[in-house]
């Protein structure tokens, strides 16, 4: 019995020299440090649900979303996807769980009461856009908005339509509420501030007092080539910030160091100035590509062209439709062509040009344009079919700029402001004696060749263009152009062009337009091939300015600058045009 107690002594005294040694059998539970972090969303991540954060101390945290967490915007709650990218948050934390998360959708108003409608503004430039969402870069940031149905877009100084608004555009947002994200009206800056060009050339002179910097041993990009300015030197004035090394933004001080270093402008010519956009030094041996983007990652900032791996970073110029858009705009199967410096076995990519246009693109209102090429197989009460052109050749759809045949049949609404044209005649028919044929009188057609025509049918079973606006399920004809019958096999369809380019003059006697910066789509390697200034005879063409079919005498409204898109036949020196589409 003695040697038992004594057993149990030396064994409680193991354990109390165990304590004094901070080893101890059971573990004591700390209950998480409770705090409150206010920063910035960097990140979110849907698949572990999580955010991470920034605060204003630059210190970053990992944020656990758990099923009990709540997430609030204006009072409301809503749940992780209402977050984004930028986004100012204040968050309960629980060690590293969430508890409750506010997000805020502006910063915090000047002053508080009453707002005069219409003085609260934000000013960015487009990053994206969609039916019911703008995204904006500003100065501190990426910031995110909400299209209504009561917002008004103003462009040119008058009222124009949400498809208008393009990526890269500077944009002034104006609110009725400024508790509310909701625009009031989006405003468009002009295309006074369109990019003009790029240029490439030694520093010569850097003017910190004056803004201005001049530029030796000067190249301009044209179609795809590097060609040298008419003068030997270049004077740009500086208004942006936009200076980059690498991906690092720099100020005119540093510039003025790096004199006899080459560098990449992209310019606008605003107000009859010179003004830089964006400028990149160049960082290394120059090589050149130009192909289709067959891979793009954001994250980490690559792209694969011709089988080649490119970075690009905030300092990469990247253009698209004659604006200025950031590296998170470059897509996947776009043209591009892409300059980039060699260093250290890395192409890091300083000038990208996004070729083609985006006109036949989706459009942010969920509509597009579409072109089809077919013989009218039916005409109803403000309805018409489509058909096959003939029996070796379905009707046919521009897909990708190619023309792709459609196997059944397609019905189209017509309507009152539908222009439909005889290209023939070089006419435009009256829409109502169109498609009220079956049921109109005659006589109250005016002019006799078109009154003899529609009286005998005669428009039915006739190839004609249809330019159809496609809105949700269904498809409007904004413009019709019957042409004359001709026989087409699928080996000739390529005698009709897909071309692009701007407008540089129009003949308003003589109705013609001349084109500048002109790309022809070559169907046999799917790419646009630049090609000189030419000359469209436009007489037997249907026009649209921003979906608004023209009349010839309404050719006064095309600007010049303004993008084209122009399907044409070539039969002599001056191309004949059929279908001419065009944007701001």
């Not at 060690?95 to 998360?101: H, M, R, S, V």
């Not at 707002?115 to 703008?134: C, S």
């Not at 501030?193 to 003017?207: A, P, Q, S, Y």
């Not at 096959?388 to 397609?410: A, F, G, M, P, Q």
Request: proline fraction near 2%.
């Amino acid at each position: 019995m003695k040697n038992r107690l004594l057993t149990l002594m030396i064994i409680l005294l193991i354990f109390s020299t165990s304590f004094a040694f901070g080893e101890t059998l059971e573990i004591t539970r700390v209950s998480p440090k409770e705090k409150v972090v206010k920063g910035t969303i960097q990140s979110i991540d849907y698949k572990s649900n999580s955010i991470t954060i920034i605060d204003f101390d630059d210190r970053t945290y990992i944020v656990n979303i758990q099923d009990k967490t709540i997430i609030e915007i204006e009072g409301i709650e809503v749940d992780l996807k209402e977050l984004y990218f930028g986004q100012e948050v204040t968050v309960n934390l629980k060690g590293n769980n969430a508890q409750k998360i506010v997000g805020n959708t502006e910063e915090d108003p000047d002053r508080d009461g009453y707002i005069i409608p219409g003085t609260r503004f934000r000013f960015g430039e487009v990053l994206f856009a969609k039916e019911n969402e703008i995204e904006i870069k500003t100065s501190k940031g990426r910031e995110k908005y909400k299209i209504t149905s009561s917002t008004e877009v103003i462009k040119n100084g008058e009222r124009a339509k949400l498809f208008q608004i393009k990526e890269g555009d500077k944009v002034m947002l104006t609110f009725d509420d400024i508790y509310s994200s909701d625009i009031s009206t989006i405003k468009v800056e002009d295309e006074e501030r369109h990019i003009e060009g790029i240029l490439k050339g030694k520093i010569e002179l850097v003017d910190e007092r004056n803004k201005d910097i001049l530029l030796k041993d000067v190249s301009v990009y044209e179609g795809g080539k590097w060609k040298p300015h008419s003068g030997y030197n270049v004077k740009l004035k500086v208004n942006s910030s936009k200076l980059y090394e690498g991906g690092e933004t720099i100020n005119l001080k540093t510039l003025k160091n790096r004199k006899n270093e080459e560098a990449y402008i992209a310019f606008d010519g605003g107000f009859g100035t010179m003004n830089v956009s964006k400028l990149l030094l160049k960082g290394g041996s120059s090589v050149a590509y130009k192909d289709k983007v067959s891979n793009v990652e954001y994250g980490t900032g690559k792209m694969v062209v011709d089988n080649n791996a490119l970075y690009f970073h905030p300092g990469t110029i990247v253009i698209k439709d004659k604006r200025l858009v950031d590296p998170l705009n470059i897509d996947k199967n776009q043209d591009i062509y892409v300059y980039s410096d060699y260093k250290l076995g890395q192409r890091n990519a300083s000038f990208v040009s996004i070729e083609g246009t985006g006109i036949l693109d989706d459009r942010i209102d969920g509509t597009k344009i579409l072109v089809y090429r077919g013989k009218i197989e039916d005409i109803y009460d403000y309805g018409i079919k489509i058909g096959r052109i003939n029996y070796r050749l379905d009707h046919l759809l521009l897909t990708d700029n190619k023309w792709v045949e459609k196997k059944n049949s397609e019905k189209f609404i017509l309507t009152e402001d539908t222009l439909i044209y005889d290209s023939q005649l070089k006419k435009v028919i009256p829409s109502g004696s169109f498609v009220s044929s079956r049921y109109i009188n005659y006589k109250d057609i005016k002019d006799k060749d078109i009154r003899e025509r529609v009286k005998n049918d005669f428009y039915k079973n006739k190839t004609a263009y249809f330019v159809v606006k496609e809105t949700g399920n269904e498809s409007e004809v904004l413009a019709l152009n019957m042409t004359p019958q001709q026989k087409e096999y699928r080996q000739n369809v390529t005698t009709y062009y897909s071309t692009i380019g701007e407008i540089k003059t129009k003949d308003l006697d003589n109705n013609t337009i001349t084109l500048t910066k002109t790309k022809n789509y070559n169907t046999l390697n799917n790419r646009w091939e630049n090609a000189g200034d030419e000359t469209i005879d436009l007489n037997s063409c249907v026009i649209l300015l921003n979906d608004q079919p023209l009349s010839k005498d309404e050719l006064y409204r095309l600007r010049d600058k303004q993008n084209v898109y122009i399907i044409k036949n070539k039969k002599s020196s001056i191309d004949e045009g059929y279908v001419l589409i065009v944007e701001d």
